[in-house]
């Protein structure tokens, strides 16, 4: 519980990046009663996502899933670097491809003090990878937080090689900060989660393409046989299509192994605008809403 | 999406709510079905509840009301937008 003499009090938390993992990592925060400053390269992008993470802070109160009490988190949103200087941590979350991220984390580094603890919520790009894009790879952290973050609690926690201590230890106060268990993971392309469910998300896509099997059969047979919440398709629609392209190609790159390379049919739903949830069609109907 | 903007009824609140469901669900939904608990709908679809009860009845669902009781069943939410004063000079 923060005291009054908790340095960190009344810090904003600093959220790169107002897409959909920025969106839901802004309403976990504010929903713990966290400030966020939200920066996006767009400031109307910026505005939209404040207001939707508004709307998902409140969704998961009704669920039960974030604390009525403690008070909701203010949310300042913004396109210049300079104002996320005095937070107490950051939290990328930008575009899945490498040279945005670079220049992202470059230019967050520069203006944050030594020690600002830096987390990169990639979703596949190694950690040691990214610590060469910051000035202090030791205040380096990888966390993967899953989506949405404010209905499941436990998070990848990615200790690169020249993360120090301290930050590991920053890292895992800000997730009991946020109400999130994270399970310490070793570096490497996908971690764990990604390593192993994006290729499954291919290989499912492969399936229909092939015709083998419609996209309900897959997914009910990984509810009904597996037990799995969701099936790999549905989950695929709920992280965004694009997003999964962009992993499977950071995967490949840097594996070689052709299982990652994205099936045509993933590739043709991105072409088509058909990314998920999010854009309300991808592999489900949505009945063109965003949910 | 219908905004209503007079005095209404429950009746009316529940046959706008009824006809939501179904068409996003594509089954028959009773007004006093458990949506979550019979599996109809998932934890989030009830963002897509909260704001089309919102933009529907020009209500505003905060603090002690954000909770699974008051969106649980169309006649919990009914309920909800009524005592939230919903439709009248929204």
Redesign the interface.
């Known amino acids: 519980m923060a005291t009054t003499t908790d340095p960190d009090l009344g810090r904003p938390l600093a959220v790169l990046g107002a897409g959909v993992m920025g969106t839901a990592i802004t309403a976990l925060a504010i929903g713990r009663g966290i400030p966020v400053v939200l920066l996006d390269v767009s400031e109307t992008v910026a505005e939209q996502a404040a207001t939707a993470a508004y709307?998902?802070m409140?969704?998961a109160?009704?669920?039960?899933?974030l604390p009525?009490a403690g008070g909701t988190g203010s949310v300042r949103t913004t396109t210049d670097m300079r104002d996320i200087a005095s937070c107490r941590a950051v939290i990328e979350a930008v575009t899945e491809r490498a040279e945005v991220k670079a220049k992202v984390l470059a230019e967050a580094s520069a203006v944050v003090a030594d020690g600002t603890l830096i987390v990169s919520n990639t979703s596949a790009i190694p950690i040691d990878e990214q610590a060469d894009w910051v000035s202090r790879p030791a205040d380096l952290v990888g966390i993967h937080f899953m989506n949405?973050p404010y209905?499941i609690d436990t998070a990848e926690l990615i200790q690169g090689p020249r993360t120090s201590v301290s930050t590991l230890a920053a890292a895992t106060d800000l997730l009991e900060s946020l109400g999130q268990h994270g399970v310490l993971v070793g570096d490497g392309p996908g971690f764990v989660i990604n390593r192993i469910l994006q290729r499954m998300i291919n290989e499912a896509a492969r399936i229909v393409q092939e015709n083998v099997a419609t996209p309900q059969a897959v997914d009910e047979a990984f509810r009904g046989c597996l037990g799995h919440p969701t099936g790999p398709l549905g989950t695929a629609d709920?992280i965004g299509l694009d997003n999964v392209v962009d992993s499977l190609q950071i995967l490949h790159e840097r594996t070689r192994d052709d299982g990652y390379l994205p099936c045509d049919l993933l590739r043709a739903k991105v072409v088509d605008g058909d990314l998920g949830?999010k854009t309300g069609r991808g592999f489900f109907d949505y009945?063109g809403?965003t949910? | 999406m219908t905004t209503f903007t007079g005095p209404i009824t429950a009746a009316a609140i529940a046959a706008n709510l009824i006809t939501f469901l179904e068409h996003r669900t594509k089954q028959d939904v009773a007004a006093n079905l458990d949506l979550f608990g019979s599996g109809l709908v998932t934890s989030l679809f009830a963002l897509e509840l909260l704001v089309h009860l919102e933009g529907t009845f020009g209500v505003t669902v905060a603090g002690p009301d954000l909770t699974l009781d008051n969106f649980r069943t169309v006649d919990a939410m009914t309920a909800l937008v009524l005592r939230l004063g919903g439709g009248i000079g929204g």
């Open positions: 709307n998902q409140r969704m109160r009704i669920m039960g899933k009525s949405p209905l709920l949830r009945g809403t949910s």
